[in-house]
């Protein structure tokens, strides 16, 4: 499955933002998502992630109650809708796709990776 995330851009603090990630090659219903971010000079981090049937999602502490990961599989899409950001949420946000089993907030669980989506929150 080839993944591109998009709809990343340059926000103020407090502003939100909806990220997507489009997939092509294979139907999405099939995998579970996930959405990692990596700002300069860290180490990749989990953000979010939504099970294959969309009925069981896991969050990040420190993105919990303000952002939301969902899909739409007819149009084999994840979104990932960020309300309240804050200048930290500063990062590289990935889309990653594992096939269908459990969610899993751990990087080397997934096996298919897009590209990247700059998101930028400035004070």
């Known amino acids: 499955v080839q993944l591109q995330a998009s709809g990343g851009g340059l926000v103020q603090a407090g502003d939100s933002l909806r990220v997507s990630c489009a997939a092509s090659?294979?139907?999405?219903?099939?995998?579970?998502m996930g959405w990692f971010r990596q700002a300069p000079g860290k180490e990749r981090e989990f953000v979010a992630a939504?099970?294959?049937?969309?009925?069981?999602?896991l969050y990040a502490d420190s993105v919990k109650g303000r952002f939301t990961i969902s899909r739409d599989n007819g149009k084999n899409t994840v979104y990932l809708r960020m309300n309240n950001l804050k200048p930290e949420d500063t990062a590289v946000y990935y889309c990653?796709?594992?096939?269908?089993?459990?969610?899993?907030?751990?990087?080397?669980?997934?096996?298919?990776w897009g590209q990247g989506t700059q998101v930028t929150v400035s004070s």
């Open positions: 990653a796709a594992k096939f269908k089993a459990y969610g899993s907030s751990d990087w080397r669980d997934y096996g298919y």
């Open positions: 090659g294979r139907t999405l219903s099939n995998y579970d």
């Open positions: 939504i099970r294959w049937s969309g009925d069981s999602t």
